[in-house]
């Protein structure tokens, strides 16, 4: 039985884990976050002080996984859920370095394309649609403006104690970006064949919705 494969990437802050989370649960598809597999390697590497050059090897024991708890997708190493401790932006900023490590990709790639080969799957990340899945029957490169997704997060990080300044993530942000074009393994970039969606003006039920249209328009 062939399964469905849906793409989608696109930059820091664009909201493909969110409106993903909201396409899948509506097409009743599994959703898998690559973006939550890359910050819970970042953040093994960065509690173990793991130096690039001992990478490969001290993967081994990182046991990075997705779980469903009462029926929400959590991340855990080993057997401890780190779901919370890998959205913060230095896990985010580690997360952009440490994905252009080949033995990084290398580790995390094969378990992608499992999971892929055998569910009906909607997979964000920043190259899906180009290396991981580069067969996916609907690909989409899911965008907003820098200054939008600035504004998100500061919201999303409001009522924190930590909440760093709107200025202070705008300029991660920008330097997300071009950490994740330029780096010279998978680099961020659309897929030729796939389909833009600028969320820039858009809430999250019209961006979710505007997602199903463009899946629905490919394979009905």
Known sequence: MKTINIAIDGPAGAG????????????GYIYVDTGALYRAVALYITENNIADEDIEKALAGADVSLRFVDGAQRVFLGDRDVSDLIRTPAISMAASRTSAIPAVRAYLFETQQKIARENN??????????????NADVKIFLTASAEERANRRYKELAEKPDCPPYDEILQ????RDYADMHREISPLKQAEDAVLVDTTTLNLEESAEAIVKVIESKIG
């Open 172 to 175: 991660d942000i920008i330097k």
């Open 121 to 134: 799957i909607i997979m964000d990340g920043r190259d899906i649609g180009t290396v991981v899945l580069p």
């Open 16 to 27: 493909k884990s969110t409106i993903a989370k909201m396409v899948s649960a509506r097409l």
